[in-house]
């Protein structure tokens, strides 16, 4: 990335030093892990460019957005709907967890044994290396997991914090308190935008992230389709850009996509090797920038097809309804909406469970990854529930359990290449 950043970077108050090496490492792994792919479809490129500038020009737009007055809003999770930051004009940016970052200074506020993925959010703030929560006006939170509820704590000494109250259950009384929290948030996004929602521009933000929702389910029924028209690193990637580039941008690019992989389904054009089987993956979310899983599966004879994840199905099935006249019918839409996201951390929790049995059937795969992060109790008690799930139905079925650290990556290609030889 070039020089010309620096002075932006100085000014939200990087450390430049150790971003450049970060700069430099992540080119590394991205040159090593995505570009070295074959065959990779053209449209690729407009995410490859976004990625090479993922600290560079788009940082550069938001700060025009900010100084335009609209609000940064930065989130962990998908669980903080988009729609009404875009109806205060505001931007919402889905910030990165996913690299081993500042760990041993980490480990002085958070218990060694919390997830990568938690540590990795303070780590960024702490190592003053993700200018995204710099530039953010201010951080989302939400009573998700108990380590992340735990964190938001100690993130609000550092960053302006607002914390959602997330439903543990999904009955009647759950969704009474979404509601308010919904209306809760509404009026903390006027108060601080100084703008007020009104129908007219929350339907337009629902119908934003509707199409934005609509074209990565587009690409995943190609994937369904056509398994070997792109990787599942380049799917997955897409769907973590999703989280930070411009909402209209990015839809006009993935339909762009779409169009050319349904040409090379039509052609038979592959990315891969005839004949290599086909993976859903389940589990943890996989923020930027954590590829390994994806590469170690999809360097051992396998394409990943489909991710019922965060970053995937668990996040872009379901629209908001866009029907109603008032913002109170439209709020009403967005918490049934949100409601239906099936996160561990829900209990009990058994539409996963059969968001899980559908999807691989939709998607065709051979055989399912339950991927979780070390530490992470949801997922990992959930984990023997998938695994059940797949035992009744003869579905393969292998778990993993891992953090961002490369140390296991020779053991994990052993289990999985062994795993896909038996499918
Ligand atoms: S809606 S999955 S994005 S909370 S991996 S921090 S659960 S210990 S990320 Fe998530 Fe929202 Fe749910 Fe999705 Fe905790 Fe587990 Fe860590 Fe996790």
Redesign the pocket.
Known sequence: MSGEYVNMWKELGLDLESHDQLLSVLGQAYGDIFLSQKNRPEGMKYFDFVVSEVHGLRIREIMEEKAKGNIIVGT????VPEELVLAVGGVQIGLCAGAEIAFEKVEEYLPRNT?A??KSSLGFRLGRLCPYTQAADFVVG?T??D??KKAYEIFGEMKDVYVMEIPQMKNDADRALWKKEIGRFTAELEKRSGRKITAESLKKGIQTVNKKRAVLQRLAAIRYKYPFVISGRDALLVNQVSFYDNPERFTDSVAKLCDELEERGKKKISIGEAGAKKILVSG??MAVPNWKVPFVVETSGATIVAEES?VGE??TRNAVKDSGSSVDQLLDNIVDRYMK?N???FTPNKERIEDISALYASSGADGVIHYS?Q?????LVESKKVKDLCDSRNMQFLAIETDYSSGDMEQLKTRIEAFIEKI
């Open positions: 962990f999770c998908v669980y997830c993925l938690i939400e998700t997991c380590g992340k943890c979310p965060c668990r996040n996201i996160c561990a951390c992060l530490f992470c109790t949801p997922y």
